[in-house]
């Protein structure tokens, strides 16, 4: 009876077990079957955004090559004027070294012009003193009476401002240069030069409202760089002066503007007379703030350049502006040396 009860019970106990992995087997293929059916779905949506990455970087990696050729393009032309530049600094320290060798040789010629200004000023000295004598104490000299041509040159300082229209750079350009160097010669030495075109431009920007020092070295220098200068110019003197007077006039130094030109393009002679006086003040000594004289180019009157109204029209111009500005006006009558 034992027996077959124990018999019994070990029969049951297989079976259950039996169950019990079969039921354990079905989860575990139940899972699988349902990992299956969502695995499709996740990989196409991990395929879309592989794909839109693979997009994203392929269109980076354009515009970086794109930049690259455009950064490449900068580095040449960059390269290019580097190149010239350096060319440019060689032929400046050639220029450089010339001048040195100038200034060597001509140490002894300073020598003798300090000697002979020596002698200058004690002859001076001694006039003043037989003038004193002659006339007695109570003479005063006109110190203002220092002209030359009867162009007054007691400045200190010296402005130019010169038509760089077409007319003039194409035909009377030599004589101009021509005449810079008698205008530097009057005036053998000074505190300070300045080169502007009729626009109020400057020849050179980095002394732009300030002064270039006055040196042999310097003079030869702006002759030269005079030579290829050309910039815009509207042939109308106006804006030049006004800037200039606006930038270096201050009622205690000596300033002289010399206006280069052939011809006046602009509005109203009235007008422009009135605002030149408005910069161009009078002191309480009754004398303006910086002098005005002007050179007058023929190159209208020989049918070079154009009309001949725009030349009488600057003629007129400067004469009334030279005198109402304590300074002279000359007309050349010939392009001719």
Same mark, same amino acid.
């Given at each position: ?5 124990? #018999? ?19 989860? !575990? ?8 059916? $969502? ?9 879309? +955004? ?7 970087? /392929?269109? +980076?990696? &354009?515009?970086? #090559? ?11 032309? =960059? ?19 010339? !001048?040195?060798? +100038? ?25 003043? *003193? ?18 030359? $041509? ?7 300082? !010296? ?31 000074? =505190?300070?030069? /300045? ?11 980095? &002394?732009?409202? =300030? ?36 930038? &270096?006039?201050?009622?205690?130094? =000596? ?26 003040? !009078?002191?309480? /000594? $009754? ?35 030279? *005198? ?14």
């Amino acid at each position: 009876m034992s027996r077959r009860r124990r #018999r019994r019970d070990a029969e049951t106990f297989s079976l259950s077990f039996l169950d019990v992995i079969c039921c354990g087997f079905g989860a !575990i293929i139940m899972l699988l079957v349902l990992t299956k059916i $969502g695995e499709p779905g996740a990989i196409e949506q991990a395929s879309i +955004e592989l794909r839109g990455l693979v997009a994203a970087l /392929q269109e +980076e990696i &354009y515009d970086i #090559r794109g930049e690259t050729r455009i950064l490449n393009r900068e580095l040449s032309e =960059k390269q290019e004027q580097l190149s010239k530049e350096r060319e440019r600094i060689a032929r400046l320290q050639g220029d450089l070294s010339d !001048i040195h060798g +100038e200034f060597r040789s001509s140490r002894q010629l300073s020598e003798v012009n300090e000697i002979v200004e020596g002698a200058l000023v004690a002859a001076q000295q001694e006039l003043s *003193e037989e003038m004193e004598r002659l006339l007695g104490r109570e003479f005063q000299r006109d110190e203002s009476d220092l002209t030359i $041509g009867g162009i007054p040159v007691d400045s200190e300082y !010296i402005i130019f401002i010169i038509d760089t229209s077409g007319s003039m750079t194409s035909f009377a350009w030599p004589l101009m240069l021509q005449k810079m160097e008698e205008i530097l010669e009057v005036y053998p030495k000074v =505190k300070g030069i /300045q080169v502007m075109n009729d626009m109020g431009n400057y020849l050179f920007s980095s &002394y732009a409202g =300030k002064w270039i020092p006055d040196t042999p070295g310097r003079r030869r220098v702006i002759i030269n760089a005079l030579r290829n200068w050309r910039v815009f110019s509207n042939s109308s003197p106006i804006e030049g002066i006004q800037r200039a007077i606006r930038t &270096y006039a201050n009622g205690r130094d =000596k300033v002289s503007l010399y206006v280069l030109g052939d011809e006046f393009t602009g509005g109203s002679i009235d007008e422009v007379v009135d605002t030149v006086d408005r910069h161009n003040r !009078i002191d309480a /000594q $009754g004398n303006r703030l910086v002098r005005i004289h002007a050179i007058g180019f023929p190159v209208m009157f020989g049918g070079l350049g154009g009309g001949r109204s725009t030349g009488v029209r600057f003629a007129t111009l400067m004469r009334i502006l030279c *005198e109402r500005n304590d300074g002279s006006f000359v007309a050349l009558s010939s392009l001719n040396r």
